[in-house]
């Protein structure tokens, strides 16, 4: 399963690295891929997350989560 999280408030690779990280932290992630220029995280999942794990995951690293879709 997979989910896409439109994010607000990153400006560079440090930015995407930090919401990348935060992301992994998370038991139920096995990776997340962040795209810059598309303002966007794509996340693998292991198991069944709710989104507002992963909301929180991306609003404590310091950015704006604008919504979650599944892919």
């Given at each position: 399963?997979?989910?896409?999280?439109?994010?607000?408030?990153?400006?560079?690779?440090?930015c995407?690295?930090?919401?990348?990280?935060?992301?992994?932290?998370?038991?139920?992630?096995?990776?997340?891929?962040?795209?810059?220029?598309?303002?966007?995280?794509?996340?693998?999942?292991?198991?069944?997350?709710?989104?507002?794990?992963?909301?929180?995951?991306?609003?404590?690293?310091?950015?704006?989560?604008?919504s979650v879709?599944?892919?």
């Amino acid at each position: 399963m997979k989910k896409v999280i439109s994010i607000d408030g990153m400006s560079c690779e440090h930015c995407a690295a930090s919401v990348k990280t935060a992301l992994e932290n998370l038991e139920e992630v096995k990776s997340a891929k962040v795209d810059l220029k598309k303002k966007s995280a794509v996340v693998k999942l292991k198991a069944d997350v709710a989104d507002s794990v992963l909301t929180n995951a991306v609003s404590e690293a310091g950015f704006t989560p604008l919504s979650v879709t599944d892919k």
